[in-house]
């Protein structure tokens, strides 16, 4: 196989990654098993040392997955906050401490901890009170969630130790609470959480503190980012120092000082695992002395002291009794495997997933066989392969619908592809899904609009597709259950702020196939209105970079539609924006790359990444030596010291930098203004 072959398959892989990332770190809503990513993520680094042409700084193999969101408020962390390399087997925990062992000259005393399946926080605390707390975010600098910590009860506002100090751990919701909430969501007809790691990640970032507090989050307290305290030099005495300043550690921290001991309590707690209060999803082995520690040091994304051994996923058989097909937003039809009820991983599940008919046919899957299951981390197991020596001469085949199996449409499936769609967006099994995404905060952000809502309207038949929302009969609204006038007040204003919002975030709402946030960015850029891209052929979409066959074809496809084109002329004659604002980009700055760091006086991170842009400049998410200018506010994080070390980069004030655009300094515009 030539490079160029290896050339796309690394840039697929990377387009995977980032995708399931977002997923994660964002919507909490991962598809895959964390062995899963990770196999991914190895694969990728594999290709990338054995073809380093094609690496690039911006790889997921060398920086940490971001959880920052847009509009969020942007705090940068004293100390960079780094991720936990995995191992999988003990023999690899083994190989990693080997390792250890040959660069420091002995076997070191270790600290064993849980690790906690939750939600990493970074808090920062002066003269002995709580600043502000943040999400890991990008390593460097994470996003604000001061208000909802403060709501946690084991977090404490105030504490003895009076210098600066981050402290760093999980946020989790305890299993009892994760059950009790999903039985709430399922009685008000919600969509359920998958796992208690997602419901914490989710509740975090809630607008409502309210409910945050009602969801009883608790948390693990294990790290420091700057710290100063000569008496405390090892990972036990930091601990014994976290609990004497009220913080929440884990009664079960261990140090041992050989390989054994730490393979008997991996073994203990990966069965003990299920009798605990909290998900632990592996172990954490830390090189307890700090000295030790500095002189390991670390990788550009995790530390060379430390490692995370992860359990396997708990197998169990049980038999296929027969499956159903689910059809979801986008059309696409899932298999779903109905099993004869099993216990496993601390839950009873009578579901799992069969992904699609590929996969029924690579099982050999008929129903009635024994088959067996894994749970990581997902509310719906899997089956990872068949008993075919059980098979009796009773099973049935699997039979793939040919229609809908809701509006009976015709199924299409994609070419070279493994899924089956219906392309009625129309079809009552899509709506209510449809109109979630459109109103979501990526997409036209219609707040009060959320999953209650939408699904409240469309059984009192007050919407039944996307455009209905503009056409809401408010009265009725009033008269609903739970609606009190206020509140629909606001749901209206934010609806018809809604029309104005930037074309691309309307063109991701309306669900287009492939067609993810950013592509819509790109396609934006490309045409200047709507109607544009209507009217463009397939080789038109193809010309674009970064737009593939696969994209290419579900955007002709879309637009040659006529629901699709019914739906966007209804939003059209509302008032909804469907004009590119790339006509207004001035070449100013002449693709000239620029990086902000720190909190600005005047613009959020994503105002002044749509300035630069619009003055034809470039923002990059590291400093490089391909870095020109790096933008610098309050409280800038390790960056600085970085862009220091590299004489071609330029340093600027962001009047400087509103100087280089012949902008005056405003206080409260945006930047869209």
């Given at each position: 196989?030539?490079?160029?072959?290896?050339?796309?398959?690394?840039?697929?892989?990377?387009k995977k990654i980032a995708y399931h990332n977002d997923l994660y770190y964002k919507k909490s809503q991962p598809e895959i098993s964390d062995y899963e990513y990770d196999q991914l993520v190895k694969k990728l680094q594999y290709l990338e040392e054995k073809y380093p042409q094609f690496k690039i700084k911006e790889s997921p193999t060398e920086k940490i997955s971001s959880d920052i969101e847009e509009r969020a408020k942007i705090i940068p962390h004293k100390v960079r906050m780094y991720s936990l390399e995995n191992a999988y087997s003990l023999e690899e925990v083994k190989g990693f401490l080997i390792k250890a062992e040959e660069k420091i000259g002995q076997f070191p005393k270790l600290s064993?901890?849980?690790?906690?399946?939750?939600?990493?926080?970074?808090?920062?605390?002066?003269?002995?009170?709580?600043?502000?707390?943040?999400?890991?975010?990008?390593?460097?600098?994470?996003?604000?969630?001061?208000?909802?910590?403060?709501?946690?009860?084991?977090?404490?506002?105030?504490?003895?130790?009076?210098?600066?100090?981050?402290?760093?751990?999980?946020?989790?919701?305890?299993?009892?609470?994760?059950?009790?909430?999903?039985?709430?969501?399922?009685?008000?007809?919600?969509?359920?959480?998958?796992?208690?790691?997602?419901?914490?990640?989710?509740?975090?970032?809630?607008?409502?503190?309210?409910?945050?507090?009602?969801?009883?989050?608790?948390?693990?307290?294990?790290?420091?980012?700057?710290?100063?305290?000569?008496?405390?030099?090892?990972?036990?005495?930091?601990?014994?120092?976290?609990?004497?300043?009220?913080?929440?550690?884990?009664?079960?921290?261990?140090?041992?000082?050989?390989?054994?001991?730490?393979?008997?309590?991996?073994?203990?707690?990966?069965?003990?695992?299920?009798?605990?209060?909290?998900?632990?999803?592996?172990?954490?082995?830390?090189?307890?002395?700090?000295?030790?520690?500095?002189?390991?040091?670390?990788?550009?994304?995790?530390?060379?002291?430390?490692?995370?051994?992860?359990?396997?996923?708990?197998?169990?058989?049980?038999?296929?009794?027969?499956?159903?097909?689910?059809?979801?937003?986008?059309?696409?039809?899932?298999?779903?495997?109905?099993?004869?009820?099993?216990?496993?991983?601390?839950?009873?599940?009578?579901?799992?997933?069969?992904?699609?008919?590929?996969?029924?046919?690579?099982?050999?899957?008929?129903?009635?066989?024994?088959?067996?299951?894994?749970?990581?981390?997902?509310?719906?197991?899997?089956?990872?392969?068949?008993?075919?020596?059980?098979?009796?001469?009773?099973?049935?085949?699997?039979?793939?619908?040919?229609?809908?199996?809701?509006?009976?449409?015709?199924?299409?499936?994609?070419?070279?592809?493994?899924?089956?769609?219906?392309?009625?967006?129309?079809?009552?099994?899509?709506?209510?899904?449809?109109?979630?995404?459109?109103?979501?905060?990526?997409?036209?952000?219609?707040?009060?609009?959320?999953?209650?809502?939408?699904?409240?309207?469309?059984?009192?038949?007050?919407?039944?597709?996307?455009?209905?929302?503009?056409?809401?009969?408010?009265?009725?609204?009033?008269?609903?259950?739970?609606?009190?006038?206020?509140?629909?007040?606001?749901?209206?204003?934010?609806?018809?702020?809604?029309?104005?919002?930037?074309?691309?975030?309307?063109?991701?709402?309306?669900?287009i196939r492939h067609v993810g946030a950013r592509t819509s960015k790109i396609l934006t850029q490309n045409f200047s209105d709507i109607d544009e891209m209507i009217n463009a052929e397939y080789e038109d979409f193809l010309e674009i970079e970064e737009i593939g066959e696969k994209i290419a074809e579900s955007l002709y496809e879309f637009f040659h539609n006529e629901d699709n084109i019914n739906m966007i002329n209804s939003l059209k004659r509302v008032g909804a924006n469907f004009k590119s604002e790339k006509t207004e980009i001035e070449n100013k700055l002449n693709g000239t790359k620029f990086l902000v760091t720190g909190t600005l006086k005047n613009y959020s991170r994503n105002d002044i990444?749509?300035?630069?842009?619009?003055?034809?400049?470039?923002?990059?998410?590291?400093?490089?030596?391909?870095?020109?200018?790096?933008?610098?506010?309050?409280?800038?994080?390790?960056?600085?010291?970085?862009?220091?070390?590299?004489?071609?980069?330029?340093?600027?004030?962001?009047?400087?930098?509103?100087?280089?655009?012949?902008?005056?300094?405003?206080?409260?515009?945006?930047?869209?203004?």
């Open positions: 196989m030539d490079e160029v072959f290896f050339k796309e398959e690394i840039k697929k892989l990377r064993l901890e849980q690790k906690v399946d939750g939600f990493t926080i970074n808090l920062f605390y002066d003269k002995g009170l709580l600043k502000y707390a943040t999400t890991r975010g990008d390593g460097f600098e994470g996003e604000d969630v001061t208000k909802n910590v403060k709501t946690i009860k084991s977090i404490p506002l105030k504490i003895k130790y009076t210098k600066p100090i981050e402290v760093r751990g999980e946020l989790y919701l305890p299993i009892k609470e994760f059950e009790r909430i999903n039985e709430e969501r399922e009685q008000l007809g919600k969509k359920l959480f998958a796992n208690p790691r997602n419901a914490a990640a989710g509740t975090i970032k809630l607008k409502d503190s309210n409910i945050v507090a009602q969801r009883n989050l608790n948390s693990i307290i294990y790290t420091v980012g700057i710290f100063e305290n000569p008496q405390v030099q090892t990972q036990k005495q930091l601990l014994e120092f976290l609990e004497a300043n009220s913080f929440r550690t884990s009664k079960f921290n261990h140090t041992v000082s050989s390989f054994e001991e730490v393979e008997n309590y991996c073994k203990l707690w990966d069965k003990k695992r299920y009798e605990l209060e909290v998900e632990i999803d592996g172990i954490v082995i830390k090189v307890d002395n700090f000295d030790l520690q500095k002189k390991l040091g670390y990788t550009s994304k995790f530390p060379k002291w430390a490692i995370a051994y992860k359990f396997k996923a708990e197998e169990k058989e049980t038999q296929l009794i027969d499956v159903k097909f689910q059809v979801g937003r986008t059309g696409a039809v899932t298999p779903v495997a109905n099993l004869k009820p099993i216990f496993i991983s601390g839950s009873t599940v009578s579901n799992a997933t069969l992904h699609n008919e590929d996969e029924i046919k690579r099982l050999d899957l008929k129903i009635g066989d024994y088959v067996t299951i894994i749970k990581s981390g997902e509310i719906i197991p899997k089956i990872i392969k068949v008993n075919h020596d059980k098979r009796s001469k009773d099973v049935r085949d699997i039979e793939f619908p040919k229609t809908c199996p809701v509006c009976k449409t015709l199924l299409k499936k994609e070419e070279d592809g493994a899924i089956t769609y219906c392309n009625n967006i129309n079809c009552p099994a899509q709506i209510q899904r449809r109109i979630e995404h459109f109103v979501s905060r990526e997409a036209v952000d219609i707040d009060g609009l959320g999953e209650a809502v939408v699904k409240q309207l469309i059984d009192n038949d007050l919407i039944s597709k996307i455009e209905d929302i503009y056409n809401i009969n408010y009265e009725k609204v009033k008269a609903l259950e739970k609606q009190a006038e206020k509140s629909v007040e606001n749901l209206r204003t934010a609806i018809e702020t809604s029309k104005l919002q930037k074309f691309h975030k309307i063109l991701f709402g309306l669900g990444k749509e300035l630069i842009e619009k003055n034809g400049g470039k923002v990059i998410s590291a400093v490089s030596k391909n870095l020109d200018f790096l933008v610098v506010g309050d409280n800038p994080g390790s960056k600085v010291k970085k862009a220091k070390a590299i004489e071609s980069i330029k340093i600027i004030s962001e009047d400087e930098f509103l100087d280089m655009i012949g902008r005056k300094t405003r206080s409260h515009a945006p930047a869209w203004e």
